[in-house]
């Protein structure tokens, strides 16, 4: 049971490339969410999928879109890379039960320079 | 607005020895608080969780306490191990959230010295 994996680990862009982030979790959970961690600042929700086939926005969605590939996996894209996009991403799943206490389970993280 | 302040941002204690943190907020209205701990280079970690209703909730020597009315939470950490030193951050949910409606501390940075 690996909970939730990231790839890659580590990915340094220059200005304007592309590149995927990929996320997926074998706990057979609803929910899936994009996180950046900055350094000061709390996690920032950027994307987030309540369910198989939905997504949403969340608080910093700007330069970012994300596909729900299927139950497990939930992708993040930055289509033209910026220096603000420099952090760590963080990507979590929960259960998704609604009304419940949701724990989030978090994976490793992507450390992502832009140049 | 919705927000959530720790304190200290961070914090030194010799091994051994007892802490406690604290976190403020104003989320609204309120569902639950968890605390997480996040190790260095590593994704949180929960290590607990506290709906309206429960006041206290421990997992081994980290105790939390939430109290609804004033809107505080506090993690204590009794005996304290090198292996305690991590970021600990608090997050509150409003109720019937939304995903949008999770709001992160930007944690307290804790390091035990031997």
């Known amino acids: 049971n690996a909970g939730v994996t990231q790839t890659p680990k580590f990915q340094v862009l220059k200005t304007g490339q592309s590149m995927t982030l990929q996320c997926a979790q074998d706990m057979n959970h609803n929910s899936m969410y994009w996180y950046r961690q900055d350094p000061g600042m709390g996690l920032r929700l950027i994307y987030y999928?309540?369910?198989?086939?939905?997504?949403d926005k969340g608080e910093v969605p700007n330069g970012y879109n994300v596909s729900r590939l299927n139950k497990r996996e939930f992708s993040l894209r930055l289509e033209s890379a910026a220096p603000s996009q420099t952090s760590v991403y963080f990507c979590a799943s929960s259960i998704g039960l609604a009304g419940a206490p949701d724990t989030q389970y978090f994976g490793p993280g992507t450390r992502l320079t832009v140049l | 607005k919705n927000q959530v302040e720790q304190s200290p941002q961070s914090l030194i204690i010799l091994e051994g020895k007892n802490c406690t943190l604290q976190?403020?907020?104003?989320?609204?209205?309120?569902?639950?608080l968890r605390w997480y701990k996040q190790d260095t280079g590593r994704g949180p970690v929960s290590l607990t969780i506290?709906?309206?209703?429960?006041n206290t909730k421990s997992n081994g020597r980290y105790t939390a306490t939430l109290d609804a009315d004033t809107k505080q939470s506090s993690l204590h950490i009794t005996a304290s191990q090198l292996s305690d030193s991590a970021s600990y951050i608090c997050v509150v949910s409003a109720r019937y959230s939304s995903a949008s409606k999770i709001i992160f501390g930007s944690g307290t940075r804790l390091s035990i010295r031997p």
């Open positions: 976190c403020n907020y104003t989320v609204s209205p309120f569902s639950n």
């Open positions: 506290m709906t309206f209703s429960e």
């Open positions: 999928s309540a369910s198989e086939g939905t997504t």
